[in-house]
């Protein structure tokens, strides 16, 4: 079983969600209106961010990691300089990244978010694609966040997505975190693995955003 940024993220909120989600699936809620809303924003502003990274997208078919993975590396080898959506695999790890664009004798990892800002949660999934891709034997020069451009404004004549978008270098917070990647990488691999779910109290965080387990997490205790 494959661990993602997904899984990082997931895990690094709820090691009990992170747990239900890899095993028990089935005891959680579908997704609500406002996750689908949120996630449908993400792949629109990934779809714009595409058209100023530029480059060769990948094709993936879902669920088929090691095709993807396979296919990115055949673009690598025919000398492509710019990749959207490519996927890498080291061990149980994969991670599809954003954006791949060639410096000297590396490559730029670009993570695109919709938020106007860097979130810590962002860090942590930069360095987690940063200790896959390196790891899978592809070197990586630097690392950069692309979200929105907060000060950008509308003029006539059309939105402009190379003002739109920011970038920012987070290199070396992504290389200050690799020791936490490794050791939050050996814990989920080992709550993975147990037989029954952690024990992890309820709390304000099971409503930000709200779990999908929430309402198997609240179930009234039986007398």
């Known amino acids: 079983m494959s661990l993602s940024k997904s899984d990082l993220l997931s895990f690094s909120h709820c090691a009990k969600r992170f747990y239900l989600d890899k095993n028990h699936r089935d005891l959680g809620e579908p997704p609500t209106f406002k996750s689908v809303q949120t996630l449908i924003q993400g792949q629109n502003v990934g779809k714009l961010a595409q058209t100023v990274i530029g480059g060769e997208l990948i094709p993936a078919p879902f669920g088929d990691v090691d095709q993807a993975a396979g296919r990115t590396q055949d673009f690598l080898q ?102 936490e990647i490794a050791s939050l990488i050996s814990e989920m691999e080992s709550v993975m693995q147990q037989e029954a779910a952690p024990d992890v109290a309820t709390n304000v965080y099971c409503r930000s955003p709200k779990c999908p387990f929430y309402n198997h997490c609240h179930q009234p205790v039986q007398p």
């Open 78 to 179: 025919e000398g492509h300089e710019r990749l959207l959506e490519a996927t890498f695999v080291f061990d149980d790890l994969m991670c599809r990244v954003d954006g791949l664009v060639k410096v000297g004798d590396a490559y730029k990892i670009i993570e695109v978010k919709s938020s106007t800002k860097v979130k810590p949660e962002h860090l942590l999934d930069a360095a987690f694609q940063y200790q896959v891709v390196s790891q899978s034997g592809t070197p990586v020069s630097n690392v950069e966040l692309m979200h929105i451009n907060p000060d950008y404004v509308l003029e006539e004549g059309g939105p402009d997505y190379d003002q739109a978008f920011a970038a920012e270098d987070v290199t070396q917070e992504v290389l200050d975190l690799q020791g």
